[in-house]
């Protein structure tokens, strides 16, 4: 889905939200060590490699994304030389789910946690590049499924 037809006001409003957030701030771990910032000992981490052996991962973040209490686990992975993915790992208390995967952007990846609905579960906003191309796209895990609520300019950066 995209915004055409929704008032340039509200465009504009998540626009500032998004600016607000700290979208180009980078994790302080990753700059020094270059790594995604999540452990390779995290349960949700090796499960994710167990389920996609040999997959780079590029970026993770972690928040709890369908109310359980538990955090799940947001991956963004190489999935062939020009396309990435993404997929969030559940955490089910007794081990792990995967979602489905969905279209990654290809650099300059951000996830942001944001209540925007202020109701549960938590949405979470993806921005990257490819070349010159932006695009963002709020999701939210409905189901055990990761559902693409809305965005922009997706298609060209992914």
């Given at each position: 889905m995209t915004w055409r037809g929704?008032?340039?006001a509200i465009v504009f409003a998540l626009?500032?939200?998004?600016a607000a957030g700290g979208c180009g701030e980078k994790d302080e771990r990753k700059q020094q060590t270059g790594e995604t910032g999540i452990s390779k000992q995290n349960p949700l981490?090796?499960?994710?490699?167990?389920e996609n052996p040999g997959r780079e991962v590029v970026k993770c973040a972690m928040a709890d994304l369908n109310n359980d209490g538990r955090d799940d686990l947001v991956v963004m992975y190489r999935a062939g030389k020009d396309k990435n993915m993404m997929r969030v790992m559940l955490d089910t208390g007794e081990g792990c789910l995967s979602t489905n995967e969905v279209p990654a952007p290809h650099s300059n990846q951000t996830i942001l946690f944001r209540d925007i609905d202020k109701k549960p579960p938590m949405e979470f906003i993806v921005q990257g590049a490819r070349g010159a191309k932006i695009g963002y796209a709020i999701f939210r895990v409905e189901s055990d499924r990761l559902i693409d609520l809305f965005g922009e300019g997706m298609e060209d950066c992914c």
């Open positions: 929704r008032s340039p626009i500032l939200c998004l981490f090796r499960c994710f490699e167990n």
